[in-house]
């Protein structure tokens, strides 16, 4: 088990296995994203009040779920970072901010394009589109301080703080601007409760997250696997990499 | 050396308690804040001038000063907390005193801790004190300015907090000062939202008990979390430099 932990904090492993399992992910993502968002685009119902303007779900739902699902996962990875200094879990907070953040855009985007029909405006001072705005401005803080610290450790560590502050403060401002004002439905999937929407409709939007997840997974891989290269070039297995590429 | 007449010599011996260092070091925030004064005053006219815009910028209707009025004030002490920030570290970093202060036996969050209150007392409470004038000015009245001055006095303390933590992160970057407010502006938000929430259930007539209460708890959370965060923050950034 120990033997596992300290693989997977070296850059080299990683950069071997994720390779492996990469096709996987990016097969089975747009495989899955295809067949959620055709099924949902396409063959599910129409819903009763809002018409075919509530399909913009397909696309809307998935993205606003990962934009916070990779805040969390970034939050853990600072820990990581600072607990154990695991080399890994920076480059994976340093690879998938930006995904983080043009996902963050793309749920607010589409938020506005089905805003128009449904609440007849693009754009409303409501609580979740409020959140989802702060998120935005975290994530862009995140990448701001990253390129601001030349150090590459140093970065890496104070980005994690202010990660951890911020993941602090998610569930503090998400309250708070949920008393403050409120027009957006309650969420869409609960753990704890049945979908309150037919099959036709949750199983395709569930396919699409779930797409939608792996994708990510391959992308986070790519990036990781870029940033390691940068990192580790003075090493001896990133030249072999690299000339057995080329030769 | 007379060691009685100087605590700060003192304080780099270890021999005294964490108590006696934080009362150390708040007293000489407080010493060299005072023997810059203009420095003091800066953040107060900053203040004064954004509060001004408003009725310029705006409108200058009674109505509308009566309604947006507390936001106003809020909004203009949050940016003048904030501009005032850079300098909670900036100067002590600069001559060294920092790194000294990160050397002390005493843990650092306690002293940070002293050393944000010091920030408050210089910023926050000024702001809260003028805020009856400028209440007057933008024809709040009596009972709203009332709990406006409660919110400031509860809520500054809360942004000099957060603020610290923004403000190590940023130690000796090149412009650190735009950054500094693109980090902390969005943790600033559910201070604003509950400190002109308070005001506005206020002048409604509603009771404000549940409001204040909420923004006493912010209190206690960023007292007790946001000095570990800065004192984390403040050992990375001088290991960077």
């Keep these: ?247 | 050396m007379n060691t009685e007449a100087r605590p700060e010599a003192r304080l780099a011996s270890g021999s005294v308690g964490a108590l006696a260092a934080m009362k150390a070091v708040f007293a000489r925030d407080m010493k060299v804040a005072f023997r810059q004064r203009q420095d003091l005053l800066n953040p107060l006219l900053f203040f004064i001038m954004v509060v001004t815009l408003f009725p310029l910028g705006v409108s200058p209707e009674v109505s509308f000063l009566r309604e947006a009025g507390a936001g106003i004030l809020w909004v203009a002490a949050l940016l003048s907390v904030l501009l005032s920030l850079d300098h909670l570290f900036r100067h002590d970093f600069d001559d060294g005193t920092l790194e000294q202060l990160v050397l002390q036996p005493q843990p650092l969050f306690l002293l940070i801790l002293a050393k944000t209150l010091a920030h408050w007392m210089l910023t926050g409470l000024p702001l809260v004190l003028l805020t009856p004038v400028l209440g007057v000015m933008v024809h709040l009245d009596g009972n709203s300015i009332a709990v406006l001055c409660l919110t400031l006095l509860i809520g500054t303390p809360v942004l000099s907090l957060i603020g610290a933590i923004g403000a190590a992160l940023t130690l000796g970057l090149r412009s650190a000062g735009v950054l500094l407010s693109l980090l902390i502006i969005p943790l600033y938000i559910p201070v604003l939202i509950f400190g002109t929430g308070t005001v506005a259930a206020a002048a409604e007539g509603a009771a404000v008990g549940a409001y204040v209460a909420l923004m006493g708890a912010f209190l206690m959370l960023a007292l007790t979390l946001a000095p570990f965060a800065a004192a984390a923050a403040l050992k990375i950034s001088l290991s960077n430099g």
């Design chain 1, 1 to 247: 088990m120990w033997q596992f932990f300290h693989k997977l904090g070296s850059p080299k492993w990683f950069f071997g296995i994720s390779a492996r399992f990469m096709p996987w992910l990016l097969a089975g993502g747009v495989l899955l994203l295809m067949a959620g968002v055709v099924w949902g685009l396409a063959f599910a119902p129409k819903d009763y009040l809002q018409g075919n303007s509530y399909r913009i779900i397909f696309i809307h739902v998935p993205t606003a779920f990962m934009a916070q699902s990779i805040y969390i996962m970034m939050a853990s990875a600072a820990v990581v970072t600072l607990v154990w200094r695991m080399k890994l879990a920076d480059v994976f907070v340093k690879a998938v901010t930006p995904v983080g953040l043009v996902l963050t855009f793309l749920a607010l985007f589409t938020g506005a394009v089905w805003g128009k029909p449904t609440w007849g405006t693009w754009w409303i001072w409501d609580a979740r589109l409020t959140s989802m705005l702060i998120l935005l401005f975290l994530y862009g803080g995140v990448i701001a301080l990253d390129r601001a610290i030349n150090d590459e450790k140093s970065a890496a560590r104070a980005v994690a703080v202010l990660v951890l502050v911020g993941v602090v403060n998610i569930p503090i401002i998400k309250y708070s601007v949920e008393w403050w004002n409120t027009l957006h439905q309650p969420a869409t999937f609960k753990l704890t409760e049945k979908p309150s929407m037919p099959a036709e409709m949750w199983v395709p939007l569930l396919l699409s997250v779930l797409g939608l997840y792996m994708i990510f997974g391959w992308l986070a891989c790519i990036r990781m696997q870029t940033e390691i290269l940068s990192r580790e070039q003075r090493t001896r297995w990133v030249k072999e990499f690299v000339m057995k590429g080329r030769s």
